[in-house]
């Protein structure tokens, strides 16, 4: 990275760093005329749940992604908020999930979805710029993603704003959606090598109907054109540390944690 890039982007990382009762209004760096529509900078002492959820629409009692195979039964216990941030800490601890198989992992989510199958969203979005700033962890055998699932629960299409597995080193970006044959399809991009896990980073994605744009610390890295690449169906918004994808954690691996700042949504 150039030394002005680096600057710039360091600028704007404190920038957006300021909440919405701060002396800067914070903004995306995409350019247009954008409303700060939902922000969480987790300043209080436990999770809003008038804005977040910690499982999936499926939860029963925990809940899990049995589509990736991941080793971890999500449980609301392994979220926490503190110190101005919210923390997903995922755990080496057996629990029997309501599917009646044996995790051997507990760990923590975000949702902006449904406490259970026949409830309502708490948000969805169409369109926007989204954003958070987020610490992964250091350890082996993790799964991070902040990302954007479909109202109808039912994938594709789906957005990884970002996503890490296998290493913390590079930061994967996926678009996936059905082609007109009803085929799965996906577009993948990536930045790298960088200490992600060394502090915090801002991952955004602008996304409009005809386009979603990724960036990494305020810096345009990845891009998909062509709307029938990009979502036009109402979505919710996900933080999740998954564990398991696509290896197990190393045997002296015990525990991780995940802290995310803050999160949030603009709208034109």
């Known amino acids: 990275m150039r030394a002005g890039r680096a600057l710039a982007a360091i600028a704007l990382v404190l920038t957006a760093s300021c909440g919405p009762s701060g002396t800067e209004e914070p903004s995306p ?22 804005r977040w959820t ?6 029963e009692r925990g809940c899990t992604n049995s589509g990736n195979d991941e080793q971890q039964w999500y449980l609301p216990g392994q979220v926490s908020v503190g110190d101005g941030v919210v923390t997903l800490n995922a755990e080496r601890r057996s629990a029997r999930g309501s599917d009646g198989r044996t995790y051997p992992w507990v760990s923590g989510m975000i949702s902006t979805g449904r406490d259970h199958w026949d409830a309502r969203p ?69 930045f790298g090598p960088v200490d992600f896990p060394a502090g915090h980073h801002v991952f955004g994605l602008l996304w409009k109907p005809d386009a979603l744009t990724w960036y990494v610390d305020g810096v345009k890295r990845f891009q998909v054109t062509g709307a029938e690449r990009v979502p036009q169906v109402p979505m919710e918004v996900l933080i999740t540390l998954a564990v398991g994808v696509p290896q197990s954690p190393p045997r002296r691996v015990d525990s991780a944690r995940m802290a995310v700042d803050w999160v949030r949504v603009w709208q034109e």
Request: proline share 6%.
């Open 54 to 59: 910690t499982c999936y629409d499926w939860n």
């Open 29 to 50: 760096p995409a350019p247009g005329d954008w409303g700060l529509v939902f922000h969480d900078d987790f300043r209080g002492a436990r999770l809003d749940a008038g």
């Open 122 to 190: 708490r948000r969805t979005f169409t369109y926007g710029y989204f954003e958070a700033s987020v610490h992964i962890p250091s350890q082996a055998g993790m799964f991070t993603d902040f990302w954007l699932m479909p109202a109808s629960r039912y994938t594709p299409p789906e957005v990884d704003i970002m996503e890490f597995r296998g290493t913390t080193q590079r930061v994967k970006m996926y678009a996936h959606w059905r082609d007109r044959a009803g085929s799965d399809q996906l577009e993948a991009g990536g």
